[in-house]
């Protein structure tokens, strides 16, 4: 089963245009447990759920998923014109095995939505579809953390449809050893003066691996868009296997794209500074990973949520 498929290929060779997995019907319907605010309207949505936002209301839509061997979560996320939207999504484990989870948005006119995603599925596998449609002037802020997860495919498609749409998409994740992230980010152009950026940011331990695809496809007719992709990759240790597929995909002529990755290890000049204040290895290692998270979390804007992931990534 083929999954996160880059929209142009490269040569086969590299095993980087696609994830593959074992074939899964993910027929086992899963709903969330949601924590509603009383201006949001949630309604059932085939095998799914749909929250609907038609008013600015701060308080956040929670969802948290556990999710099971087979399982299929769907989501939905509306937002009308003008109107702003927070939804927190935690993703966690009930069992091993494969599950899926879709998450699809839609933002109108002048509207925003602030997307927190958090996977930390332990010794299960998440298949993690995102699907979005930004609107004229429509803002869209997509915050994404991924630990301790045995395999972790996500796939993120938005459509820029508007003039002036724009999305910000802010990653952080640990691959602890033995361990597999696979990330597919397409960011299509569409509106004129449309804008992304990619901000990815993570640790990588001895014996994991990771995938990283990003995709900007600006399309013709989106005069005057800009798209940036960035990742910072940190390095503890000598035998993981990382990808990095930074793409640029153009056909309009006044536009802007830019891609750039970051890989290494810590400075060793750093590395004996902290070890002379009585800091052992493994603990710089675990701080400046933690670092990394840190700075993702503290753009959550939730302190409940922020509390509970800091917690986690102490233990």
């Known amino acids: 089963m083929k999954i996160n498929q880059m929209p142009a290929i490269t040569w086969g060779r590299l095993e980087v245009n696609e994830a593959v997995i074992d074939d899964m019907e993910f027929d086992k319907v899963l709903l969330p447990s949601e924590t509603v605010p009383a201006a949001v309207k949630a309604e059932d949505n085939g095998d799914g759920r749909k929250y609907h936002f038609s008013d600015e209301n701060k308080d956040a839509l929670r969802l ?3 999710i099971e061997n087979d399982s299929n979560t769907n989501i939905s996320i509306e937002v009308e014109g003008g109107a702003y939207a927070f939804v927190i999504e935690d993703i966690t484990s009930a069992s091993t095995g494969t599950g899926l989870v879709e998450t699809s948005y839609s933002v109108g006119a002048k509207a925003s939505l602030k997307f927190v995603q958090i996977v930390r599925t332990s ?9 979005g449609n930004a609107a004229e002037d429509a803002d869209v802020s997509l915050i994404q953390i991924f630990v301790d997860s045995k395999a972790n495919y996500t796939d993120v498609r938005t459509v820029l449809e508007g003039d002036r749409a724009n999305l910000t998409c802010d990653t952080g994740y640990i691959v602890d050893s033995g361990n597999l992230l696979d990330m597919n980010y397409v960011i299509t152009h569409k509106g004129k003066a449309s804008e992304c950026l990619l901000s990815i940011d993570g640790v990588l331990y ?6 990283f695809r990003g995709t900007i496809d600006l399309k013709h007719g989106c005069a005057e868009a800009k798209g940036t992709e960035n990742e910072n990759v940190l390095l503890i240790g000598d035998t993981m296997i990382n990808k990095t597929i930074p793409v640029i995909l153009c056909d309009e002529e006044d536009v802007e794209g830019n891609h750039g990755a970051t890989i290494g290890k810590l400075d060793e000049d750093l590395v004996f ?6 800091i ?10 933690a670092a990394r ?3 993702v979390a503290s753009l959550i804007g939730d302190e409940e949520t922020a509390a509970k992931l800091t917690k986690y990534i102490q233990e």
């Open 64 to 66: 948290d998923i556990a």
């Open 123 to 131: 010794d299960a596998v998440a298949v993690n579809r995102i699907n």
């Open 280 to 289: 052992d290895r493994e603990n710089i290692d675990r701080i400046m990973a």
């Open 293 to 295: 998270i840190n700075r």
């Open 206 to 211: 001895d014996g994991s691996s990771k995938t």
């Open 273 to 278: 500074y902290l070890e002379s204040r009585g």
